[in-house]
């Protein structure tokens, strides 16, 4: 049982780099994966990062290069630091805890999402 809190979206303007916190509380048993996910209306969500207990990362093709997933296991937090934005970034971002310590194993937990809109 573990409840996440999205926090560091909004508005930024293109190129800028916000970067997002997930703050997970409850009940957790060891480090689990945890990853990020993006939604636009009218397309399923998109995994954009994740990060395994062991460190290991993946990312999409899309922000390859861009975005950096990290997390901070004393403070249960979970970060995505997103550089060079642009507005096809625009989307809700969603956080989510794996059921085990690889992301292959699926997402147990959701946050609510948080708004990341990159204007021009």
């Known amino acids: 049982q573990v409840q996440l809190v999205e926090s560091g979206g909004g508005l930024v303007q293109a190129g800028g780099s916000p970067r997002l916190s997930c703050a997970a509380s409850g009940i957790i048993f060891g480090i689990k994966a945890m990853g990020w996910y993006r939604q636009t209306p009218g397309k399923e969500r998109e995994l954009v990062a994740a990060?395994?207990?062991?460190?290991?990362?993946y990312y999409a093709d899309s922000v390859k290069g861009r975005f950096t997933i990290s997390r901070d296991n004393a403070k249960k937090t979970l970060y995505l630091q997103m550089n060079s934005l642009k507005p096809e970034d625009t989307a809700k971002y969603y956080c989510?805890?794996?059921?085990?310590?690889?992301?292959?194993?699926?997402?147990?937990?959701w946050g609510q999402g948080t708004q990341v809109t990159v204007s021009s």
């Open positions: 989510a805890a794996g059921n085990s310590g690889t992301w292959y194993a699926g997402f147990g937990s």
């Open positions: 990060i395994s207990s062991s460190g290991s990362t």
